[in-house]
């Protein structure tokens, strides 16, 4: 995923503490965590499964 209107919180000594997105990269990030979990979901149906229908 291309790096797109990322800004950064910094403390007092200047090390980042936090990270800033752009609305469009955020849900993005979401969609993509989703689509991961999903196939996690999957995943472990598919390994704790009994028996399977065609």
Same mark, same amino acid.
């Given at each position: 995923?291309?790096? =797109?209107?990322? =800004?950064?919180?910094? +403390? ?9 997105? +752009?609305?469009?990269?955020? =849900? *993005? ?8 979990? +999903? *196939? ?6 598919? =390994? ?7």
């Amino acid at each position: 995923m291309p790096k =797109r209107g990322e =800004r950064y919180v910094v +403390d007092k000594r200047g090390r980042k503490t936090a990270v800033m997105l +752009d609305i469009p990269t955020y =849900r *993005a990030l979401l969609e993509h965590l989703e689509d991961l979990e +999903d *196939a996690l979901e999957l995943d472990e149906a598919v =390994r704790t499964a009994k028996e399977f229908r065609s």
